[in-house]
């Protein structure tokens, strides 16, 4: 990741629960200029940011560069008609899954009929805690190149960025490297617990699991092979991977569950825009 040259543009967070804040805290250390963070739940934001309860909180003469939509799609209508009056032609970028531009540009003009948003979709994922964010974009043909800029620079922030050129790859997006961090999770689970039932003591069989996790995430990210060459170099023939791979590469098991559940989050992401 490379840190931004200049600071990054002021921003109208609405929203800062896990995502959220996890966007904040690197977008703070990469110089944000002031911004508002709108959130019910009490926190401590350092000078000159400030935090909003509620959009009458926002000071009056705040015009942020962005809003960013961090909410539940299911809970956002309101918070759009309120944004529409206060911001009828500000630049948004969502990161909610689901929720389309033109679904999102329809309830922004039922709060106000005059607004002439430009919407911005984009899906990070939690590691942007850590600045190893990994964030595919969507902007639609009338987003400016500065729009479309700004928000590259706050996701750049927190990690890695992709640009898609169709709307509906975003819930592609979503099922790989959305809900991916997820997945890697779930193998790092049942790897510890494999490893207590060989007998290995709890804590050494989470640190080997752990740390074979993030060694071979390293290994991939930095070398040029493909992933299934760095596979084949670690399977020698007759040896003990073979013999594990044996098992996760049958039929029925890796390659077809895989595909399987990226498909089901891609599906409930369509399902979540209607």
């Known amino acids: 990741m490379t840190a931004p040259t200049s600071p990054l543009p002021s921003v109208l967070l609405v929203g800062c629960g896990q995502m959220g804040g996890a966007m904040l805290e690197g977008w703070m250390a990469h110089g944000l200029k002031p911004s508002v963070?709108?959130?019910?739940h009490d926190r401590t934001l350092p000078a000159p940011h400030h935090l909003a309860a509620t959009l009458d909180d926002v000071?009056?003469?705040f015009q942020p560069d962005v809003i960013i939509l961090a909410v539940?799609?299911?809970?956002?209508?309101p918070t759009l008609e309120a944004l529409a009056r206060r911001f009828p032609n500000a630049t948004l970028l969502s990161v909610m899954a689901g929720r389309t531009v033109e679904s999102l540009t329809d309830r922004y003009q039922h709060g106000n009929p005059q607004a002439q948003p430009v919407i911005i979709r984009a899906m990070p994922n939690t590691p942007c805690a850590i600045g190893a964010g990994m964030s595919g974009l969507y902007a639609p043909p009338h987003a400016t190149d500065t729009q479309k800029a700004q928000c590259d620079a706050l996701l750049h922030?927190?990690?890695?960025?992709?640009?898609?050129?169709?709307e509906e790859l975003i819930d592609s997006v979503t099922?790989?490297?959305g809900s991916g961090p997820a997945y890697i999770f779930l193998l790092a689970e049942l790897l510890e617990k494999a490893g207590v039932e060989q007998g290995l003591p709890v804590e050494t069989a989470r640190t080997l699991a752990r740390k074979t996790i993030y060694g071979a995430g390293a290994l991939l990210n930095q070398s040029p092979a493909e992933a299934e060459e760095l596979r084949r170099r670690v399977t020698s023939p007759g040896g003990t991977t073979a013999e594990a791979l044996k098992i996760f590469m049958a039929p029925d098991a890796w390659p077809a569950i895989v595909p399987r559940a990226v498909a089901a989050a891609a599906r409930r992401a369509k399902e979540l825009s209607t």
């Open 37 to 40: 963070v709108l959130d019910r």
């Open 59 to 61: 000071p009056a003469d």
């Open 72 to 77: 539940k799609p299911q809970k956002a209508d």
């Open 157 to 166: 922030a927190v990690g890695e960025t992709v640009w898609v050129e169709r």
């Open 175 to 177: 099922a790989i490297s």
